[in-house]
């Protein structure tokens, strides 16, 4: 726990004594007290705060459709073979193809909007969780589902209390992929429509650009990864960690 | 006249005709009519079980023992309704068995509880039909009570040893209060100590319940302690070798000599389908080794040694 705060302090004081000393060309590069400087410029008018929560529910509400009906289409691709045999491979060619590419086709269809951001976030994380579900519930042990045939469990009781409840572990799996597909392809489609709708982070940072101002630019980069590490660490990977304890996958 | 010559015949007539009558007029529990079952593999398509019949009376503890690959787990299987029988027919109180169903309840080698839930919620989940749910919880509380783990109610399976896994196991077969009780090995991965004391409590059980039991197993002393009947199967193809009625009284002790002396005819018995599956062993090794393939001496699997406890 101690080496990686000590590194990290060390980066710091190297870069700030860089900047300081102008190693480098200063407004190329600001140093961590400029960017601490503009962090808090930016919470004090609200304007990161403002543009954090947009960007947060724009993910929300994209990642929020892309589990449900990723975890839908999972389910229908692990238990129809006819479903899987026809539309797996183009899941899995789909899924190779990066989210943003859908931009142009977005725009085209949503018009400079909302609708065409939420949609390449949506589909960022769309085929991650319906791959991870469908191989969740391919990978369901068959004795258990011997079991549920010999109790009796058939239909919608079969797929509630079995089916799911086998896959949850891989099914929260899928969606901590989903999520960092999904902030990805929100970032990348906020990056490339500035002028779309409200300014969330990504549009905040590319008008850092604009204005030359990188001390704007790397707070932002900040509250990014600062959102990043929490999701990942103390969202998804604790959530998972309890749901693999709970299923016996892991040592307690 | 008559009185003395005629009558005394006549009962006796009537008393033969009674014992004749008497299997037909009990039906069957469970019927298997020349079943024939082949799986593809490799090898081409090796018989699993061929023209095997069987007769199960109600409240009968019978146990199907033999070597591996003869095909007594997948007429378990095919009982389950877990597996099609290819040919023949197979029949529960008359009615063909085309699906699997909670009237045949089975346990499994591994306990197969869903890890998801505690040991109550496990068998409560076979409790579907009882809609009360403080009425369900009460049931298998009673189901686990039965098995001695009331204490571990809420425990989830990988909290609890294999033993206490497979007896959640039983209590929640029963808590389907099933017409049959299907068991498939479920001690085969115990150590010996738990086993044996599994084996007291199914006899126990099923003393107090009576159900009709198909019980599989590969332990000879398992079979003789457990069952009112021991049928032999050999391999390839699966058939049923020998049947054998176990007279002996209950409850029976695992190491009992009158135990002992019943597993001793049967492993007679079995020897010759230990013998032949060895000679087809070697074959295979020399056929290897013929075609220049076999460098590995160690490869080789022998059977089991053939000890008594510890089946074949």
């Known amino acids: ?252 | 006249m008559g009185l003395f010559t005629a009558k005394p015949k006549s009962e006796e007539i009537e008393a033969h005709e009674r014992r004749l009558a008497l299997p037909l007029a009990k039906p069957a529990k469970i019927r298997l009519e020349n079943v024939s079952v082949r799986f593809d593999t490799r090898q081409g398509q090796p018989a699993a079980l061929e023209n095997v019949s069987l007769a199960i009376q109600p409240g009968e503890f019978v146990c199907l023992v033999g070597p591996s690959g003869c095909g007594k787990s997948t007429l378990l299987n095919i009982i389950a309704g877990l597996l099609p029988a290819g040919q023949g027919q197979v029949y529960k109180d008359d009615v063909p068995i085309t699906k699997a169903g909670p009237d045949r309840a089975v346990i499994f080698q591994e306990a197969a509880l869903f890890p998801w839930l505690t040991a109550v919620q496990n068998v409560e989940f076979a409790l579907k039909s009882v809609r009360d749910k403080k009425a369900r919880r009460a049931k298998a509380l009673e189901q686990l009570q039965m098995v001695h783990l009331s204490r571990f109610a809420d425990s989830y399976p990988h909290e609890l040893s294999g033993g206490m896994r497979q007896r959640v196991a039983i209590a929640r077969a029963l808590a389907l209060d099933p017409d049959v009780l299907l068991m498939d090995e479920p001690f085969a991965a115990l150590d010996a100590q738990t086993r044996d004391v599994l084996i007291g409590e199914v006899q126990r059980i099923w003393l107090e319940t009576r159900k009709t039991v198909i019980f599989v197993t590969h332990n000879v002393m398992e079979a003789v302690t457990l069952g009112d009947r021991v049928i032999c199967m050999g391999a390839r193809p699966g058939c049923i070798k020998q049947e054998l009625d176990i007279t002996l009284e209950r409850p029976r002790a695992v190491e009992h000599p009158d135990t002992a002396r019943f597993a001793q005819r049967i492993m007679a018995n079995l020897q010759d389908e230990i013998a032949k599956i060895v000679l087809e062993e070697s074959d295979f090794v020399e056929a290897e080794r013929a075609r220049g393939r076999d460098d590995d001496p160690d490869r080789v699997l022998y059977p089991h040694t053939n000890t008594m406890g510890d089946g074949i």
């Open chain 1, 1 to 252: 726990m101690m080496t990686p705060i000590v590194f990290f302090i060390l980066i710091l004081i190297l870069w700030e004594t860089g900047y300081r000393r102008e190693w480098w060309n200063s407004y190329l590069f600001p140093g961590p007290s400029q960017v601490v400087q503009a962090l808090i410029a930016g919470i004090k008018d609200h304007s990161l705060i403002i543009a954090t929560r947009i960007s947060l529910v724009r993910l929300i509400l994209a990642f929020g459709t892309a589990l449900v009906l990723g975890t839908g289409l999972g389910i229908l691709n692990g238990t129809v073979p006819v479903v899987r045999r026809a539309i797996g491979p183009l899941a899995l060619g789909l899924q190779t193809l990066p989210s943003i590419c859908w931009l142009p086709l977005a725009i085209i269809w949503f018009g400079l909007s909302e609708r065409a951001i939420l949609f390449v976030t949506l589909m960022g994380a769309l085929l991650a969780v319906t791959i991870a579900v469908s191989d969740g519930i391919l990978n369901i042990p068959p004795i258990y589902l011997r079991a549920a045939k010999m109790m009796g469990a058939r239909g919608p009781r079969l797929y509630r209390e079995v089916l799911i409840p086998a896959a949850f572990p891989a099914i929260i799996t899928g969606a901590k992929q989903g999520w960092a597909f999904a902030w990805r392809s929100l970032m990348a489609g906020e990056l490339l429509s500035v002028s779309t709708g409200a300014l969330g982070l990504g549009q905040t940072l590319m008008r850092g650009r604009d204005l030359n101002d990188m001390s704007q630019v790397l707070a932002v980069m900040t509250i990014l990864i600062v959102i990043g590490v929490v999701a990942d660490r103390l969202i998804f990977t604790q959530l998972e960690n309890r749901v693999r304890r709970r299923w016996g996958l892991a040592n307690p």
